[in-house]
């Protein structure tokens, strides 16, 4: 079975400061990605990386930036934390090949206070 | 442009009624690929089915089943005969053949199962 695992379920941050969340897959993907979930706004894609050092801006890259330095790790990085950032964050990966499925992670609750 | 729609924003059932979500989709890929997915309050989503735009059979897994039309761009999901253990969010998802690496998915459809 293909497994996502986000280091951090729920975090609760204070506005400025650095913030990280870490996603860790174990099925060699290619591919993995930074989602934000929001209520009536469903997910939407913040960055994706499809190798090692290589990554790509989503629909809302805006106030984050991320890190590819191995294959199987993938981190957002919120530079400085504001309380609009509050939201749900899930990590997913995939093999790169078209309609290949996306496996997600179980999500960190972030809160900024 | 790829699209997806999910109309119904929640859904409350009673217990052992039948239940259809719908999902609409707009592309211009000749060969694409929908994907329906459930968020159980846990926040895990969980994959449950693909399908690719050259096969338009309906499938069925045991409760759920999918209905999928090109003629009218719909994969609708419904669940037979509902269960407590069917409440979630349940996301549709679409990726065209020229957009391997992204998924555009709909907002999401809140089912709840009233025991």
């Known amino acids: 079975d293909v497994k996502v695992t986000q280091s951090s379920r729920y975090l609760v941050k204070r506005t400025g400061e650095k913030v990280f969340l870490e996603c860790v897959q174990d099925?060699?993907?290619?591919?993995m990605f930074w989602y934000r979930q929001d209520p009536g706004l469903g997910l939407r894609l913040i960055y994706f990386?499809?190798?090692?050092?290589?990554?790509e801006k989503g629909d809302i890259p805006e106030g984050y930036s991320v890190s590819r330095e191995k294959k199987e790790r993938f981190s957002l990085i919120l530079e400085s934390a504001s309380t609009n950032q509050t939201s749900m964050y899930l990590c997913?990966?995939?093999?790169?090949?078209?309609?290949?499925?996306?496996?997600f992670g179980e999500g960190s609750w972030l809160t900024v206070v | 442009a790829q699209k997806v729609t999910q109309a119904q924003t929640e859904i409350s059932v009673v217990e052992k009624e039948d239940v259809t979500l719908d999902c609409v989709y707009e592309?211009?890929?000749?060969?694409?690929?929908l994907f329906w997915y459930k968020q159980p309050p846990s926040g895990e989503l969980v994959f449950l089915i693909r399908?690719?735009?050259?096969?338009?059979q309906n499938e069925i897994s045991g409760r759920y089943s999918w209905n999928f039309q090109k003629s009218t761009s719909s994969f609708n999901f419904t669940i037979t005969a509902s269960q407590v253990v069917d409440s979630a969010v349940y996301f549709c998802a679409l990726s065209g053949s020229n957009t391997g690496n992204q998924f555009y998915f709909g907002t999401g459809t809140s089912l709840t199962v009233i025991p």
């Open positions: 592309t211009r890929d000749t060969t694409y690929y």
């Open positions: 990386s499809y190798d090692v050092k290589m990554k």
């Open positions: 997913a990966s995939s093999v790169p090949a078209s309609g290949n499925t996306i496996y």
């Open positions: 099925m060699d993907h290619e591919n």
């Open positions: 399908r690719n735009s050259f096969d338009e």
